[in-house]
Every structure is written in structure tokens, then in C-alpha cells.
């Protein structure tokens, strides 16, 4: 691996990020603090992780921030149908926001178990 920005599930969790925060621009304003709030954060976290995990030059450390990632992946998926049922999101959103949260889902584990092998 070269940067934390050459990782694909760096790169999907960014697109993950950005529409969350398009997507979350329309909730009520009286969920501000909450479930925006939450939302964007806990996607915000994804990529965050992956990159500081990278940047600590240890497989041990990725290991540990690619499990606090893949944490994060999971709130976003709950928090997403949390927004469906409220009625906060379509349908076709909430659907469009979970296919985004799956191929990340995926790498993240196949980095887990590639990042946990070191030790083997």
C-alpha cells in the first residue's frame, strides 16, 4: 500500500460521506443535533479511521482502526433505517445509502482478516 488514499474502502467510504451530508441537508431541523448529527459523524469516522490507522505505520494500529471502521460502517447502516422509518428518507435514498455502506462493508472485513494474518 502506498497512502491511505490509494484504499479502495477509503475511497468508497468518501462517497459514503458526501451523500450522507446531501442527504441528511434535508432532515428536519430539529434533528440538527440529533440523527444528522449522528449520521455525519459516524460516516465522517469511516474514512477517519482508515486513514489514521494507515498513518500509524503499524499493522497492529490498522488492524485496530479498520475495526473501529467497520464500527462505524455498521452505525451508518442503522441510523439509515432509523431515518427510512422516521420518514426522513425515501425509499430509493435509504436503499441507495445501504448499496454504498455493502462493498465498503466487504473490503473492510477482507482488510480486517488481511490485517489480523500478520501476526499468523
Same mark, same amino acid.
Given at each position: 500500500?502506498?497512502?491511505?488514499?490509494?484504499?479502495?474502502?477509503?475511497?468508497k467510504?468518501?462517497?459514503?460521506?458526501?451523500?450522507?451530508?446531501?442527504?441528511?441537508?434535508?432532515?428536519?431541523?430539529?434533528?440538527?443535533?440529533?440523527?444528522? @448529527?449522528? %449520521?455525519?459523524?459516524?460516516?465522517?469516522?469511516?474514512?477517519? @479511521?482508515?486513514?489514521?490507522?494507515?498513518?500509524r505505520n503499524?499493522?497492529?494500529?490498522?488492524?485496530?482502526?479498520?475495526?473501529?471502521?467497520?464500527?462505524?460502517?455498521?452505525?451508518?447502516?442503522?441510523?439509515?433505517?432509523?431515518?427510512? @422509518? %422516521?420518514?426522513?428518507?425515501?425509499?430509493?435514498?435509504?436503499?441507495?445509502?445501504?448499496?454504498?455502506?455493502?462493498?465498503?462493508?466487504?473490503? %473492510? @472485513?477482507?482488510? %480486517?482478516?488481511w490485517?489480523?494474518?500478520?501476526?499468523?
Amino acid at each position: 500500500m502506498k497512502g491511505y488514499r490509494d484504499l479502495i474502502a477509503w475511497q468508497k467510504a468518501m462517497v459514503l460521506v458526501t451523500e450522507i451530508y446531501r442527504m441528511t441537508k434535508e432532515f428536519p431541523k430539529q434533528e440538527v443535533y440529533g440523527l444528522t @448529527n449522528q %449520521l455525519r459523524r459516524a460516516s465522517v469516522s469511516i474514512p477517519s @479511521n482508515l486513514a489514521e490507522g494507515h498513518g500509524r505505520n503499524s499493522r497492529k494500529e490498522f488492524h485496530h482502526s479498520t475495526g473501529q471502521a467497520r464500527g462505524s460502517l455498521l452505525e451508518v447502516e442503522t441510523q439509515v433505517q432509523i431515518a427510512a @422509518n %422516521l420518514g426522513y428518507l425515501r425509499a430509493r435514498e435509504a436503499t441507495s445509502l445501504l448499496d454504498n455502506t455493502a462493498e465498503p462493508g466487504k473490503i %473492510l @472485513n477482507g482488510l %480486517l482478516d488481511w490485517s489480523a494474518s500478520a501476526g499468523s
